[in-house]
C-alpha cells in the first residue's frame, strides 16, 4: 500500500511493481512514517548518468541558421537531493527535501548548479500532510500510465536532448512542464490512502520560484503562449490489487486565470483561461503492464517544454499515450505511441515571399500536430546502476510554421528526427 511519503515523491514510491509507471527518474525517499518518535533522519541521495547517441533529424543542417549538428554525441550529468524527516514525540510527520540540478554548457567552467525543488512538509499520518515550495503539484504526484520506466523515459527523458530543440516531439504531460507543476512555487495538501485511493490539492499563484517577487505577471513585449496564475490543481489515484491482478488509475483537473496581454508585437490578440482534464490507468498482470493517459483541454506548449495558455483564435489541446512494458527480474522492456494535436508555435516573423497566411488573431492557419514512439529497456545489473537502450522516433507538423527559422513560411512545416541510444545510471 501507498504510505504517507513527502509530497514531491509520493505518487513514485513503488506499489505492488505499478508505480513504476511514472517517472523513470523519481526519486525515492524514507517515509517518515517509518522512524520512531522524536527521531531525524538526514539524507544526501544523487545520482550521475551518462549517455551516448546517434541522432537524425530534419534540422540537423539548418540552411537557414547555417548550422550543423553533430549527429554522434555523449550527454550527462549530475544531480544531489538533500533532505531530512522526522518524527516529533507528539506523533508530527516534518522535514524537507531538495533537488539540486546540473545545467547545460559546452564548456566545465559554463556548467552550473541551480535549485529546481526545494520544499518542506509538516503531517499526521491521520490526517495527511501539507507541503509548501518548490514541488510537484498533484498532476505530477498521480500521474499515471505514460510508461517512464522501461528506458531513459523515453520522450521524457533526457537522452532527446541530443536532437535539436524544434525537431523534438512535445511531450504533452505534466511532468514534461517544469515551470508549470514541478519547479513553481506552491502548497500542497495530499490526503492519508484511504482503501487505495489518494487525493490531493495544490494552489500555485504564479508560474516562478520561491525567491521571486514582485511577480510580473504582464508586459510589453512578447508573453510566448501565456502565463498562467492562480492555478487550482485537484487529483486522485486509485492503486490496489486484486489477486494476481495489479490495477492504477489517476486523475486530475487543473484551472488558472490568464494574464491580460499588453501588446503583443507578434500580433497575438490574447489568451484564454487554462483548463486541463488528465487521466490515466494501468493494469498488471504476471509481470506485464498496459494502459495510457490522455489529457485534454484549454492550454498549449508553444515553446515545447511547459504548459501555457491556449491563445485567441486557437483551439482546444487534445494529448494521448498507449504503452506496455514487460518485467522480469533485473529487465524492463516496453514501448509506448503519443500523439499531441494543439495551437502550436506562435510565429515569431511573416515571411511575405513563402505565401504563409497569419490569422487576425497572429497565429497560423494549421494546427501543430506531434507525434512520438519510444521503446527501449533498462537492465539493473547491480543495486543502484541501470543500463539503458534507447530508441525515439518523432515527428512535428504545423502548416504555416517554419520549424528551422521559427517564423511564417512554408518551407520546413514538417520535421523527423531519429535516435538510437546507450546510457547508465549510477545512483545512491
Known sequence: MRKLLLAGVAAFASVGGIGFMGSAMAQTVPAASQLSPGSITVRLNG?????????????????????????????????????????????????????????????ASSE????????????????????????????????????????????????????????????????????YDQASSKIVYLSPTFGGLQLAVGFTPNQTAENTGPVVTSSATPIAGGMPRNMIDVGGQYTNKFGPLGVQIGLDYTNAGQVANTGDPDGVTGYKQMSILSGGATVSYAGFTVGGNSSYGAFNMADGDTFQLEPDGGTAAVGWLVGGMYTTGPLVVGASFFRFNQTGDLPGGIDAGSGATITSAGLTTGQQQNTGVAAGLTYTLVPGVNLFADYLYGVRQQGGYNFATGNAGTDNNQVQSQLFGVGTQIQW
Open 47 to 107: 545520482r550521475v548518468n551518462w549517455y551516448a547517441g546517434v541522432e537524425g533529424s530534419t534540422l540537423d543542417n539548418n540552411s537557414a541558421t547555417g548550422e550543423k549538428t553533430s549527429t554522434d554525441n555523449f550527454l550527462g550529468y549530475m544531480r544531489l537531493y538533500p533532505g531530512f524527516d522526522g518524527v516529533a514525540a507528539n506523533g508530527l510527520h516534518y522535514g524537507a527535501a531538495a533537488e539540486i540540478r546540473m545545467n547545460g554548457g559546452q564548456a
Open 112 to 179: 552550473t548548479l541551480y535549485v529546481f525543488q526545494a520544499y518542506g512538509y509538516l503531517g499526521l499520518p491521520e490526517l495527511g500532510q501539507v507541503s509548501f515550495g518548490q514541488e510537484n503539484g498533484p498532476s505530477v504526484l498521480f500521474e499515471t500510465g505514460t510508461f517512464e520506466g522501461f528506458n531513459d523515459g523515453g520522450w521524457n527523458g533526457d537522452i532527446e536532448g541530443m536532437i535539436p530543440g524544434n525537431a523534438i516531439a512535445v511531450y504533452p504531460f505534466p511532468d514534461s512542464g517544469s515551470a
